[in-house]
Each structure stands twice: as C-alpha cells, then as structure tokens.
C-alpha cells in the first residue's frame, strides 16, 4: 500500500443501516472518550487482542462483518472505535497510538482503516486530511460505504463538517506488536464515557 487506498462499496447497503442503527443504539455510544485532538466527536472503542476476535463479535455482533473484511492478518492488536462528527466537529491532526495507554513503546499501528457509515447530505467539509511531516499526501471527500486503509504512520485530520448532520465512521487502528508489548495489551476492554468494563489480562 502506497500511503493509502479506497475500497467502494464494500458492504450491501442494508448492513450499513443496520451498523448506523445498532451504533446510535449502543449504551456505550457518548461524548468521545479520545484525547483532546478529537473536537465535539461522539463513540466509543473496543481494544481486544486477534485471540479475543470472537469476544467482540459476541458482544457487537454488527461488527463481523466490517473486522472479516478489514483486519489484517499481519496484524494481532486491534484498537475500534465508532467516531462521530457533527457540524462544527474536526480531529486535529495527530499519529494514532492509542495502544500508548496499555504499553508505553508501542509504535504507530501498521494500518488504519475507516469505513464511512453515514454521512450529511451534500456534505461540505469533513474531509480526512493525510500527510507525512509537513508534505500532504492526500485529501479523501468520504463516501458512504468506502473502506479506506491508510498507514499507520501517517499524521492525520479531519476537517470541520460545516453540514447539519452526522459523519459517522468505524475506525481500527490495527498493530503489528511482538510478544512482550501484546502481553501489556488487554484481552479485550471497553473504554467509555459510560462504562468501563475489562476482562483482566492472563497471566
């Protein structure tokens, strides 16, 4: 993957209603619980290791569908969040390391994919912004049901919506890590505004 990629149409149309619906649904679903970067943004993440894939579907059974076609193989860490934008709503530009608060050496993940849930119609604004150092290698207007991969590397934005409506994305951030730095890792482990329930790390 050369920076990044598109994949349209991923999914049929239907289950993207059913995720948008089961999204809004979820009682873990509040104001981010992210860092600062992310400005009047709504969701919630799910951290689980690759082990702990069948846990997730368990218990967010929409998600199969989307971590079937979008995790990596190489990958064995996975950090899940829907993210919601409103109008008014940015990301500032930031490198993803959200594994940093479990395992403090970790390092970018290997990719990020995003799939565009729902978006304003004629949306203006809210563009994901891609660039390495100072040098901008992309700028992608989101279109409902396209899977974007992009490397983990990369410093990243969104741009403020200026559109009444919701922006909803499903974001993983997926790793790459070796033994000692998963073993830091939780199983699997809900962080939320709303709750924070975990499954404590084997020993």
């Known amino acids: 993957m050369k920076h990044y990629q598109q994949q349209p149409n991923a999914f ?13 649904a979820c009682r873990y679903f509040a104001i981010n619980n992210l860092n600062r970067d992310f400005v009047g943004t709504k969701g ?15 218990k967010f059974p929409y998600f199969k569908p989307y971590l079937d ?18 109008e008014g709503s940015r990301v500032d530009p930031h490198i993803d390391r959200s594994l940093r608060s479990y395992c403090k050496t970790v390092e970018p993940p290997a990719v990020v994919s995003v799939l565009y849930v729902r978006l304003p119609q004629n949306m203006e604004g809210g ?20 899977l974007v991969y992009f490397q983990g590397d990369l410093t990243h934005s969104v741009n403020a919506v200026k559109t009444p409506g919701n ?20 199983e699997f482990t809900l962080e939320s505004r ?8 084997r020993k």
């Open 44 to 58: 919630f993440s799910v951290v689980f290791r690759r082990s702990h894939i069948p846990t997730v579907e368990q």
């Open 127 to 146: 563009e994901l912004v891609l660039k390495s150092q100072k040098r901008q290698l992309g700028q992608i207007k989101p279109q409902v049901n396209t």
């Open 69 to 86: 076609l979008a995790l990596q193989p190489s990958c064995n860490a996975f950090y899940l969040n829907p993210l919601q934008l409103k």
């Open 167 to 186: 922006r909803l994305s499903l974001v993983c951030e997926q790793y790459s890590l070796n033994e000692a730095e998963l073993a830091e890792i939780p």
């Open 194 to 201: 709303i709750v924070q329930a975990t499954t404590k790390k």
């Open 12 to 24: 049929p149309s239907e289950y993207l209603n059913n995720l948008w619906g089961e999204i809004q």
